[in-house]
Every structure is written in C-alpha cells, then in structure tokens.
C-alpha cells in the first residue's frame, strides 16, 4: 500500500495476517497424517490442510487464494480430495478439522471452492473425479435435507428447521457444480444442474416480495417475520439479507422481485431501516456492531449484496455503500471487526473490497467493480507478474469512480476478468466526490 495512513495499514495487513491463518497445514514434516477414517495416510504431491470453514470461506477467502497463491489453495483442494476418498459417506468436507466432520454447516460449499479454482485455471488435480465428487455429495439423499430438495425442488422447514437458507445454499452448489460440467464438457451433468440451480425461485414467495419457508403440502409457512431469525426457517440471517442469495444471477434474481426500481428501493431499504431491539434477542453471533440498518455484515450470507447495485440503474451506490462499509465495520484495536472473523472470511471481504472488486460468485471468473479503498497496491503474483492497483484523487470524499483504466485503455464496464488480473498489468481508477447518474 502505497499513500495510506498507519490506520489504514494497521488494518490491511492484519486483514491480510488474519487470511493466511486458516486453513492450516496438517500433516508431519514426512507427510504423513491422520485422515478422516483415523488411519495414517500419506500427501503425496500436496500438503495437507484442515480447518475447513467452507460456509464462510468459499465467498471470497478461497477466491484470494486464488490470486495470490493459487498453490496453497489447490493444496487444499486435494486436501479436500483426500478427505472424500477417506470419508465413509463419500462425501466432500462441509465443515472439517483435524480428521473429523462436524456436520455444521449448511451446504457443501467445498464445491463451490474447486469449481471456484477450476474455472480460474487453478487445477493441479484430476479434475473429472473432482466433478464425481462433487457430484456424489449433491446427490447424498440421506444428507441435511437432499433427498427432499432432489424430490421437491426445496427443503420443506417442517421436516428441517432451516429448509429455506439451505434450499438457497445448494442452489448456489448446484450451480457451481453447473459451471464445473460446462468446463468440463460433461453437458448432461450441466444440463441436469444449471436445472437444479433454479430452485431458489421455489422458496421466493411473490405476495410478500421475500424468500420464505415452504411446508411439505406446498404452502408457504403462514407465520412469517422476514427480520426475525428464529423459527422461519434460516439460519444465521433472516428472509431480508437471504432473498438476496443469489449472488449468481442477479439479473434474474432483479425480474423475480419486480424489476430495478423495486429491487433497488429493496436495497435502499435494507441499508437504511432501523432494526427493533427484539431482532439481537434472537439472533445467533452478531450485535448492532456487525449491522448496517438492516444489512447484516458481520455474518457471511450478506457478503456479495452491496455489489448488486452494479446490477441496477444507480450502480453508483455500490461505490458509496462500500467504502461506507469499510469505514463502518473495520477498525484498528480490538473490536476492529463487526463479527467473528470465521477464519478469514471477514478480512478477505476487507482486502478485495479494499482493492476495488469482488468476487460476488464464486464458480465465475469475473469480479465486480467497487470503489478502492487504497491510493495504490501491487499484487506480485506466483506467476511472476504484478498487477497493481492506483485510485487516483482517492480520499474520504472521492468515493465515486469517474473512469476506469486498465493498462492504458477505458475499461467501460463494472467488472473485470481472473485472467485480466493474472496476466499483470494496471487498473486505474479516477474518483471524484460526485457519481455519475
């Protein structure tokens, strides 16, 4: 970082010292180490990791790792290779640590980690098992709810108190899985999950505008409160911060909840609204600390929302709700952070949004653009190439992108590629303190 306050470099680099900690390597220095079925196996070719916290990190620490080093992260994923092979119900790690599955998380977001890595390039393993893996996790009927949500197309939250946020998290994993098949050239394994991916719309319930529990008969649960979070079938958030999760379709997502105007009036809404004392009597990890209005972010499912302005007619808010989210929930000291960090997934949100892009779906290639918090920062890249970052007439104010440059020439669009990015070069922002309309 170039320019920065001792403030602001105090909370870069312990933001990039808090990514790097987990997962963490776990195996002797002859490679050996205990596996999930408690025999001693070997890491042939890769270190070995644990320390999975996949519902966190699959959003944006895992996409880090796949700039700035790709090798550790495909470490990881053979480190997760490893464990299907060892694990008695053939499934891929949703939360494990030091050969054990806790079984705590809801999805399986390991497949949205290597699809994550394959579609970047970033795969040193076999890539159709990997898919095979994938697969057999997604198919695991007698799993958290996958039998019913292959059956009905959701997760009814009569039988399983969380149906609805799980219904929208293995929607993202079917999709995932869907981009991984297209790679690959697997069609009918994309035909079949690109399908399966849709079924976020079977939890979206138009006469309330909200993502809502369903019962096993079809109906939608009569008792709904879309700020509580108990009892309506998510879990860590309500239905305000999940009818958002679908961070891979935003344009759909926009058509299902009425248009821009609304969808954008949704947003406004949700970063502006007072929650009532009542609503941290129930809420699992997070104070008024870690919330901005309504948005929730100190907790991971709300952590793409502010880029979906970029989707909208006012793309610009993005920009100023960003850098508002920056100076709001990241601070030097000791309640720096608005919410448990979960192994990094707080810092990796910080050092991209930092930066001036996001991976707002992990499984693609492209970044969203934001507003840098940095003057400048060059990313030297394992593959010998530096790409640097400069914010020009960046300040407190000037929180507005004018223009963009990539390596001398506009970039007129509010996004940019992983290969743009590994091939080096220079992005250049122009702020200004007014955005443009």
Same mark, same amino acid.
């Given at each position: 970082m170039i320019g920065a306050s001792e403030d602001e470099k105090v909370n870069f680099?312990?933001?990039?010292?808090?990514?790097?900690?987990?997962?963490?390597?776990?195996?002797?220095?002859?490679?050996?180490?205990?596996?999930?079925? #408690?025999?001693?196996?070997?890491? +042939?070719?890769?270190?070995? &990791?644990?320390? @999975?916290?996949?519902?966190?990190?699959?959003?944006?620490?895992?996409p880090l790792f796949n700039i700035i080093q790709p090798k550790r992260n495909g470490d990881m994923i053979q480190s997760m290779l490893a464990h299907y092979d060892q694990s008695t119900l053939h499934m891929l790690p949703v939360w494990s640590n030091s050969a054990n599955e806790n079984w705590c998380m809801s999805g399986y977001h390991s497949v949205a980690v290597i699809a994550d890595a394959l579609i970047k390039g970033n795969a040193p393993f076999n890539v159709n098992k990997a898919l095979d893996a994938c697969i057999a996790t997604a198919t695991h009927k007698s799993y958290d709810g996958?039998?019913?949500?292959?059956?009905?197309?959701?997760?009814?939250?009569?039988?399983n108190g969380t149906g609805a946020s799980t219904t929208l998290e293995y929607a993202y994993d079917?999709?995932?899985?869907? #981009?991984?098949?297209?790679?690959? +050239?697997?069609?009918?394994? &994309?035909?079949? @999950?690109?399908?399966?991916?849709?079924?976020?719309k079977n939890v979206f319930d138009p006469t309330v505008g909200f993502m809502r529990g369903r019962l096993s008969d079809g109906s939608f649960k009569k008792e709904f409160d879309p700020l509580s979070t108990s009892g309506q079938g998510f879990i860590e958030g309500n239905s305000w911060n999940y009818t958002l999760f679908v961070p891979r379709d935003p344009g759909s997502l926009i058509q299902l909840m009425g248009g821009k105007k609304k969808f954008t009036h949704y947003l406004d809404t949700l970063f502006?609204?007072?929650?009532?004392?009542?609503?941290?009597?129930?809420?699992?990890?997070?104070?008024?600390d870690g919330i901005i209005g309504g948005y929730v972010h100190g907790n991971e499912p709300s952590h793409h929302v502010v880029y979906l302005y970029n989707w909208t007619d006012e793309p610009w808010k993005t920009q100023q709700t960003v850098r508002?989210?920056?100076?709001?929930?990241?601070?030097?000291?000791?309640?720096?952070?608005?919410?448990?960090?979960?192994t990094g997934q707080m810092s990796a949100w910080y050092i991209f949004s930092e930066m001036g892009f996001y991976p707002e779906a992990?499984?693609?290639?492209?970044?969203?653009?934001?507003?840098?918090g940095v003057k400048a920062a060059a990313l030297?890249?394992?593959?010998?190439?530096?790409?640097?970052?400069e914010a020009i007439n960046q300040s407190d104010k000037n929180v507005y992108v004018k223009k963009i440059e990539l390596n001398g020439k506009p970039l007129n669009r509010l996004s940019i590629t992983h290969d743009e990015i590994m091939n080096g070069g220079k992005l250049i922002f122009y702020m200004s303190p007014k955005h443009g309309k």
């Open positions: 680099y312990t933001a990039m010292y808090h990514a790097f900690i987990n997962p963490t390597i776990y195996m002797d220095e002859d490679y050996n180490y205990k596996g999930l079925d #408690q025999n001693v196996h070997v890491a +042939n070719g890769f270190t070995n &990791y644990t320390t @999975f916290s996949l519902w966190d990190t699959y959003r944006a620490l895992h996958i039998g019913a949500y292959m059956d009905k197309g959701y997760i009814p939250v009569d039988k079917d999709w995932a899985i869907a #981009q991984m098949a297209k790679k690959l +050239n697997r069609m009918d394994v &994309y035909n079949d @999950f690109i399908k399966r991916s849709a079924n976020y502006t609204m007072h929650l009532p004392d009542k609503f941290f009597e129930e809420t699992e990890d997070i104070t008024r508002m989210i920056l100076k709001n929930q990241y601070h030097t000291g000791p309640a720096g952070l608005g919410g448990n960090d979960d992990p499984g693609s290639d492209v970044y969203q653009i934001g507003s840098p030297h890249l394992e593959n010998g190439n530096t790409f640097s970052i």
